[in-house]
């Protein structure tokens, strides 16, 4: 769905923010290999700079991570504020059918959990673990700090629930910082108990209808009572993560009216020490954290944080907020970018009355802004291989995951994995590449796809059936007998690369994630596959 801004937009100068700063910005990340998305910065209520790195649109749900956490803790906030729920609620009270016996936490060896950070905090014995569980509130999961060592591993199974109970409370809660997106979800289903409805379902009236954010998406896990992955599981457009962020910067007001007055100060504000944490926290992860949100180096300043590099940077006292969307591990460069080029930026405008000098620099920004761009594969035909291999039939050797999987991507949520590629053709236009695949469903049934990838040195945008959703894909020839494509889903964060390599009577298939990490969050293994024509 398409919205009309609800930002004005304005010169980045006219809101007292030097263009350089931001120009500074878009060419740092670039030289540092950072895949950004999509980027919007507002000041004073207006947007100075809204950019989207083709294929990507600003109108694309952008998987946005743990920035969903912000908007759990939001709920959290306006049920706090209504009486439903109060901050020392305990976690126990909520789930008394949860409640494990002691000897549940014993290891494998019948010995007690002992903890790997011991403290005056920690605990020693089973009962110490149990009075730990009983003090743990809504403010400790709030704040990360109920007392877990580590984060459960069954997570997102049916058996979450239970299976965060029985992860060792090993310190006492308020005393020992330690993420944990299980406890987000936990919050989530503690409102779904207490009020009977989902974190959407309870947000809307209260806060997606009054900013004009529409309905919005968000996975949920398979749990019997279905709670919806309040942890992670939110895709946002970019004016909606912009909205949101600007209600935080405004603490809770919405055009003149207060909304949820003075949460966003306590949110916003440190609740734990997260420097020399047992994650190892850094730089901009080492400033503290408030409830579901980090705290940023500037004074007052505090983030929305997903994944990545799903950002909505708050900065109060600058009346800024600095919105981002990404696809890469190097967060820390991101933000790195932001304070030494943007924030430098504002209020900066070396000489105000030097007209031309300004009108240059944002003459420099509009056309950076008109270029951004993820690479697209460098255009090359084959003809004479196009012609022989163009129109043939390959028939898979061995098992072959379907086309849903094999593009898959950062972000999504349950794929057909039981689906497996049977064939697979290749057809050859003047300018693009259709690719058409034969597999098998889970449930049987028998479907034809086709993925149509552009030939000329760009991404070409299509409904794919497969994955029911838009796939931006461009393809060219790497070398005489190797075709290269890579796909992105533009629901997800990232896609695939995929290799043919053509070797006689056969076409060899290799295919990799897009995105550079040690994988998880919603990415699915890659495989190499034969077919034989």
């Not at 599981?233 to 003149?256: T, Y």
């Not at 959703?469 to 796909?487: D, F, G, K, N, P």
């Amino acid at each position: 769905m398409s919205y009309m801004s609800y930002f004005k937009e304005m010169s980045p100068e006219s809101q007292g923010v030097d263009s350089g700063g931001i120009i500074q910005f878009l060419e740092e990340t670039d030289r540092k290999g950072l895949e950004l998305h999509r980027l919007m910065i507002i000041r004073h209520g207006y947007c100075l700079v809204k950019g989207t790195w083709k294929p990507y649109g600003e109108d694309d749900l952008h998987p946005v991570y743990s920035f969903t956490k912000s908007l759990t803790s939001t709920a959290i906030g306006f049920a706090v504020r209504e009486g439903i729920l109060s901050l020392e609620d305990h976690l126990i009270d909520f789930f008394p059918e949860e409640i494990p016996d002691p000897e549940e936490f014993l290891l494998a060896d019948g010995s007690v959990p002992v903890p790997a950070y011991p403290s005056e905090y920690s605990a020693r014995t089973l009962d110490d673990i149990m009075e730990n569980l009983r003090e743990v509130t809504i403010r400790h999961l709030l704040c990360m700090s109920c007392g877990q060592e580590i984060e459960t591993e069954d997570n997102t199974g049916e058996t979450w629930i239970h299976s965060f109970f029985r992860q060792p409370f090993l310190y006492k809660p308020g005393t020992f910082y330690r993420y944990n997106t299980s406890g987000t979800n936990i919050l989530c289903a503690i409102l779904k108990k207490k009020t009977g409805q989902d974190l959407t379902e309870f947000l809307q009236p209260r806060l997606f209808d009054p900013l004009g954010m529409g309905a919005i998406f968000c996975h949920r896990l398979p749990d019997p009572m279905g709670v919806q992955l309040g942890g992670g599981g939110m895709k946002l457009s970019l004016e909606n993560m912009a909205r949101f962020a600007f209600f935080m910067l405004q603490d809770g007001h919405w055009e003149g009216q207060a909304i949820l007055p003075g949460w966003y100060g306590e949110m916003g504000s440190k609740q734990i020490e997260t420097a020399g944490d047992s994650e190892g926290h850094i730089e901009d992860w080492a400033q503290g954290y408030g409830y579901q949100c980090w705290i940023g180096k500037q004074p007052g300043s505090f983030r929305a944080d997903g994944a990545f590099g799903q950002f909505g940077l708050i900065y109060p006292d600058l009346d800024l907020i600095v919105v981002t969307n990404a696809a890469t591990e190097q967060t820390q460069s991101i933000m790195d970018a932001v304070n030494s080029c943007i924030l430098p930026a504002v209020d900066g405008v070396a000489d105000p009355e030097d007209t031309e000098l300004i009108h240059r620099k944002q003459h420099i920004l509009t056309s950076r802004l008109k270029r951004l761009a993820i690479p697209a594969l460098k255009k090359c035909h084959n003809p004479v291989q196009e012609e022989g291999y163009g129109g043939r039939i390959y028939q898979a050797e061995g098992r072959c995951s379907g086309l849903e999987v094999l593009i898959g991507g950062a972000g999504l949520g349950t794929l057909d994995v039981a689906a497996s590629l049977k064939e697979m053709s290749f057809t050859f236009e003047e300018d693009k590449l259709v690719w058409r695949v034969r597999e098998i469903k889970g449930d049987g049934e028998e479907k034809v796809y086709t993925l149509t990838a552009s030939l000329e040195g760009d991404f070409l945008r299509n409904y794919c059936e497969a994955t029911g959703s838009e796939v931006a894909a461009t393809a060219r020839w790497r070398s005489l007998h190797a075709l290269e494509l890579e796909a992105r889903r533009m629901d997800a964060m990232s896609g695939a690369a995929f290799i043919f390599r053509f070797e006689g009577d056969w076409v060899h298939m290799e295919v990799d994630e897009t995105l550079m990490t040690d994988g998880g969050l919603g990415m699915v293994e890659k495989q190499v596959c034969s077919f034989r024509g």
